[in-house]
């Protein structure tokens, strides 16, 4: 039999600059001190101060390293933030699915997804600030972990499991579901820091898992 040579596969073409592969790359590169002490001052400023009040040297100057570094890996004001919520809400995605091992029953799924959800954003208010004031609606498309299949995948699959099974609302989409979820808990964490509430969030966790069940199962 003759063998015929195998054309070699085409080279990837190169991450486009501000892409999210290209950040990655970056990223990947910059000291984990450094990244901690930027994301940090990101969190401090921006929720503390309107978007356009904060500049590239205010963030420099918070973590301690210079204007050139900050320029290095991000480029931009805007670049920045996005960068640092896909960095803090990736977190929030490895811990999700770790929290969904093992566990078969729709309503407990989405009321650990609540748990998980719930707690998180109650021990991160200043990302919650950040997210939800900072960043207008109109850019949230600039973030990527909102497309991310890992954070998307485990959210929508709880959902679509649930519609498929029978157990939560199928008159509308699974995505629709989410809008819901995050809706609700959005709000709901975003007025507990504005009225400085006291109390942790997870003290009502059942009351609020009941209003959630209610608004979202097939029931």
Same mark, same amino acid.
């Given at each position: 039999? $003759?063998?015929?040579?195998?054309?070699?596969? @085409?080279?990837?073409?190169?991450? =486009?600059?501000?892409?999210? @592969?290209?950040?990655? #790359?970056?990223?990947?590169?910059? &000291?984990?001190? $450094?990244? #901690?002490?930027? !994301?940090?001052?990101?969190? *401090?400023?921006?929720?503390?101060?309107?978007?356009?009040?904060?500049?590239?040297?205010?963030? *420099?100057?918070? #973590?301690?390293?210079?204007?050139?570094?900050?320029?290095?890996?991000?480029?931009?004001? !805007?670049?920045?933030?996005?960068?640092?919520?896909?960095?803090?809400?990736? &977190?929030?995605?490895?811990?999700? %699915?770790?929290?969904?091992?093992?566990?078969?029953?729709?309503?407990?799924?989405?009321?650990?997804?609540?748990?998980?959800?719930?707690?998180?954003?109650?021990?991160? @208010?200043?990302?919650?600030?950040?997210?939800?004031?900072?960043?207008?609606?109109?850019?949230?498309?600039?973030?990527? %972990?909102?497309?991310?299949? !890992?954070?998307?995948?485990?959210?929508?699959?709880?959902?679509?499991?649930? =519609?498929? &099974?029978?157990?939560?609302?199928?008159?509308?989409?699974?995505?629709?579901?989410?809008?819901?979820?995050?809706?609700? %808990?959005?709000?709901?964490?975003?007025?507990?820091?504005? &009225? !400085?509430?006291?109390? @942790?969030? $997870?003290?009502?966790?059942?009351?609020?898992?009941?209003?959630?069940?209610? #608004?979202?199962?097939?029931?």
């Amino acid at each position: 039999m $003759t063998a015929y040579p195998v054309a070699p596969a @085409p080279d990837a073409a190169p991450a =486009q600059p501000n892409s999210k @592969p290209h950040r990655s #790359a970056l990223l990947s590169q910059m &000291r984990s001190d $450094t990244q #901690a002490r930027i !994301e940090k001052a990101v969190l *401090a400023l921006f929720s503390s101060r309107d978007f356009h009040e904060v500049g590239l040297i205010d963030v *420099a100057r918070a #973590a301690n390293v210079s204007l050139q570094t900050i320029y290095k890996y991000f480029g931009s004001k !805007e670049v920045l933030v996005y960068t640092m919520l896909d960095v803090m809400l990736g &977190r929030l995605a490895e811990r999700m %699915i770790d929290h969904l091992q093992g566990i078969d029953d729709v309503r407990e799924r989405l009321r650990k997804t609540c748990w998980v959800t719930l707690d998180y954003m109650d021990k991160h @208010p200043a990302l919650m600030l950040l997210m939800f004031t900072a960043v207008p609606v109109s850019r949230h498309k600039n973030i990527d %972990i909102y497309e991310s299949p !890992e954070l998307m995948g485990a959210f929508l699959g709880v959902f679509k499991d649930g =519609q498929a &099974r029978g157990v939560l609302n199928s008159q509308v989409s699974s995505k629709v579901l989410l809008d819901v979820f995050m809706g609700m %808990i959005g709000r709901v964490v975003l007025m507990h820091i504005v &009225r !400085e509430e006291k109390t @942790p969030l $997870t003290d009502q966790f059942n009351e609020l898992f009941q209003i959630l069940w209610r #608004a979202m199962s097939a029931e």
